[in-house]
């Protein structure tokens, strides 16, 4: 049975956003349950205490009232203060944390109810409008480790340093999601991300901001994938925008900001973490770029140029035991990178992906046509249909199996499932019905049993498989006809259902059938013909004036004796006349009477 990589289901999207939503709560709360880290006049801090932005709770000195002050104000008791009753600043550190411990159950209830919803609107999120590898429940488990583990540093920040808030690396995560996969679920990423690392303060407004402001324009103009230092250019730009958008808020809410003083304060400095924050963000993601991709579900670029040397082991075993579908899986995957790069996506995960996807064809290639001789019977011609179905379709299977074994990565062994998706075996459901159905067999006996295509590269795999093999029946090799011909191919996935969840729209489409066209015209180029090909031809009856008359010349040596070439407007030799010179003729044939002293320039 084959085993194909698993969606997540509306099921498996509530369990996750429930267990999400408690070890967020947890992390959030947690601190309040610990007695020891509870805060005391007249005693070291044992952790930094923080007063989220906005109303506060004060202490009359004279009357010795606790009254609530909507004044806004930013307070930090860094850890091991010693609390005293004289300062304001403690005073509502103090009563805030008392306020605070333990947690009422509304609060716990409120809090948890936030993370629950922001989790369930991701997943449906990724599962109904994210496309290719984020529908599957390995790589949303990992996005949400991802999202998790930031969630930790940045209470362990808050914490355990009295560093500003804005120090939190937010842009860290949205820009690995907008390598592996694109900006829009990044964007989704930091609004989600970004009220999680709120709600640990209290869902901060102006903590929340500035996360958003660095998050989003970190990911705006993260445009450069292949390069791993772009992260960084990235996160600092987004760094600008959060200390913009925080002196701006600082203007709104207390009418000043003192950019200077502000500075001065170095570590204390909140615009320094506004702008610090970025830049460590963009460091994080560079930095742990390749082992992240690998959580989510991505082939590093050195491990993809490692696959695509023709030396690789399972690339031998194919030009070995299956010649004809590696000369076709090698035209396949130049075809493919062409036209994955017209559309964007990832060109060099197609062409590696074209090279492995018909590796199951080895166990038994004289079933694929490709790999019979000119004279040779295909072994079709004495099973029943429904055999020779079950023949050809095992390939998809057996692929996968050797692809696993030999420990190549999911996503190109997901190409050797996908790039027949659940197309029916036409050819002998035909036969089948011609021959009256004696089984009884339905379409489904005939169909491939992989699934279809997820991502735009392995859709393009599908389609070129197709394109490739039937370019080389289309006769004559004009553009016209080879776009007719991809026109009719890529029509037929489309009405089969076999693109719908690969995320190629129509634009993308219409790009690939004109990239195709052009290179297949460029493929079928003519050459011209040489002077012992109008020799071969005048044998088969072709008149010696239909290739000699427009023959340039160009000069070819015996003895320094000049003769002429052929002409750029003779059509080029067909490969049965090549074929039948090289078989029955000699070198002399080809180069002269005496090839001792004859040669072509």
Not at 312 to 334: D, F, I, W
Not at 422 to 442: A, D, H, I, M, S
Request: glycine share 6%.
């Amino acid at each position: 049975m084959l085993r194909t990589r698993v969606k997540a289901a509306p099921v498996a999207g509530v369990i996750i956003s429930l267990l999400c939503a408690v070890v967020l709560t947890a992390l959030s709360v947690a601190d309040h349950f610990v007695q020891r880290w509870a805060p005391a006049m007249g005693s070291p801090a044992p952790v930094t205490v923080r007063v989220p932005y906005g109303p506060r709770l004060v202490r009359d000195q004279v009357s010795d009232r606790v009254d609530i002050e909507y004044a806004h104000a930013h307070v930090v008791v860094p850890r091991g203060t010693v609390l005293r009753a004289e300062k304001p600043e403690h005073w509502t550190a103090f009563l805030y944390e008392s306020a605070h411990r333990p947690p009422s159950t509304g609060r716990l209830v409120g809090v948890f109810a936030i993370f629950f919803t922001l989790m369930m609107g991701l997943t449906a999120y990724l599962r109904s409008f994210a496309r290719g590898r984020l529908r599957l429940l390995r790589v949303q488990i990992g996005l949400v480790v991802l999202m998790t583990a930031l969630v930790v540093v940045g209470k362990g920040l808050l914490l355990f340093t009295s560093l500003p808030e804005y120090w939190i690396p937010i842009a860290t995560v949205p820009l690995w999601v907008a390598s592996s996969f694109d900006r829009r679920t990044a964007f989704l990423v930091t609004v989600v991300v970004a009220f999680q690392v709120a709600l640990l303060l209290g869902l901060d407004l102006v903590l929340l901001c500035v996360m958003l402001a660095r998050g989003m324009g970190s990911t705006l103009l993260y445009v450069d994938k292949k390069h791993a230092r772009q992260m960084v250019a990235s996160g600092s730009i987004g760094g600008l925008c959060a200390m913009v958008l925080f002196a701006a808020l600082m203007l709104m809410f207390e009418g000043r900001v003192d950019v200077v003083a502000d500075l001065l304060a170095l570590e204390g400095s909140s615009l320094l973490a506004c702008f610090g924050g970025g830049v460590v963000g963009g460091l994080i993601a560079a930095l742990f770029r390749a082992p992240v991709a690998r959580l989510l579900g991505d082939v590093p670029r050195d491990r993809l140029v490692d696959l695509s040397d023709l030396e690789q082991p399972l690339l031998v075993k194919l030009s070995r035991e299956a010649p004809g579908t590696y000369e076709h899986s090698r035209a396949m995957a130049n075809l493919a990178e062409q036209a994955a790069s017209a559309i964007g996506a990832d060109a060099l995960l197609t062409r590696v992906g074209a090279y492995y996807h018909d590796l199951g064809k080895t166990v038994q290639a004289k079933y694929f046509v490709e790999n019979l001789s000119p004279d040779e019977r295909s072994p079709h011609d004495e099973l029943d249909p429904e055999v020779s179905a079950d023949a050809i379709m095992a390939h998809v299977v057996v692929g996968t199996k050797i692809l696993r074994d030999g420990g190549v990565p999911e996503p190109v062994v997901e190409f050797a499932y996908t790039h027949h998706g659940t197309q029916l075996v036409e050819y002998f459901w035909n036969k089948c019905q011609q021959q009256g159905n004696p089984g009884e067999l339905t379409e489904d006996a005939f169909r491939y049993p992989g699934m279809t295509p997820q991502t735009k590269e392995t859709a393009i795999v599908m389609l070129v498989d197709s394109i490739e093999a039937a370019s080389r029946t289309v006769e004559p090799p004009e553009r016209a006809a080879f776009e007719q011909m991809i026109q009719r191919i890529v029509f037929t996935k489309v009405q089969t259902g076999q693109l719908d969840d690969s995320g190629l729209e129509m634009k993308d489409l219409n790009v690939i059938v004109t990239r195709m066209a052009d290179t297949l015209v460029n493929m079928h180029h003519h050459r011209i013909k040489y002077q012992w090909q109008a020799k071969r031809a005048e044998e088969f009856g072709v008149p010696s004036s239909a290739v000699h008359d427009s023959i340039p010349d160009i000069e070819v040596h015996r003895d320094s004796a000049p003769v002429h070439a052929p002409t750029a407007e003779e059509p080029p030799p067909s490969v049965e006349d090549l074929a039948a010179t090289l078989e029955s003729g000699t070198a002399a044939e080809v180069t002269g009477d005496d090839p001792s002293t004859e040669r072509v320039e």
